[in-house]
């Protein structure tokens, strides 16, 4: 009968540490977590000062984002890269990729399948060749240049 009791208070303290040690490490996790995610928070908003987003959605939930990444020294372009991603898809599908001085872009649904992307530069220096159709969403572009009050920066 002693070696009964032996044995399962034995088997109970077993388990009364195996709970508490899943406990601790749950509690632990956690906080490294909390701490993970705020630093991931502080990192986002301390390290895309020169980073501007413009989104637009359509009515199906498809989504366009635009953004703009300056480089922080008068003498290199802004980086401009326009994104779509169709609804219930994971994955964003680059439209165009632009550098130049100074932009100022624009963008418009004009129905769920039709989308319009105006792109003012004061100078642009390159551009990827844009993608017009993305399934049934058919995509067009305005591209202007020498716009004097973006034009800070373009070269001679």
């Not at 490294?32 to 301390?46: P, T």
């Not at 987003?53 to 989504?63: C, I, L, M, V």
């Not at 922080?72 to 994104?83: E, L, Y």
């Not at 058919?138 to 034009?151: C, E, M, N, Q």
Request: hydrophobic share 40%; aromatic share 8%.
């Amino acid at each position: 009968m002693t070696e009964i009791l032996r044995f399962r208070s034995g088997i109970v303290l077993k388990r009364i540490l195996l709970i508490t040690g899943l406990l601790g490490s749950g509690f632990g996790v956690f906080y490294v977590a909390r701490f993970i995610a705020a630093l991931a928070a502080f990192g986002s908003i301390v390290g895309s000062s020169n980073i501007s987003e413009d989104r637009s959605t359509n009515g199906r939930g498809d989504q366009v984002s635009a953004s703009t990444e300056a480089s922080g020294r008068w003498q290199d372009p802004d980086k401009t890269v326009i994104r779509l991603r169709p609804d219930h898809h994971w994955s964003w599908i680059t439209l165009v990729e632009t550098e130049s001085f100074g932009v100022r872009e624009k963008l418009n649904w004009i129905n769920d399948d039709a989308l319009d992307i105006t792109l003012g530069f004061g100078c642009l220096t390159h551009t990827t060749p844009p993608v017009e159709t993305v399934g049934s969403i058919r995509i067009s572009y305005h591209l202007s240049d020498g716009d004097k009050a973006l034009a800070k920066g373009c070269p001679d």
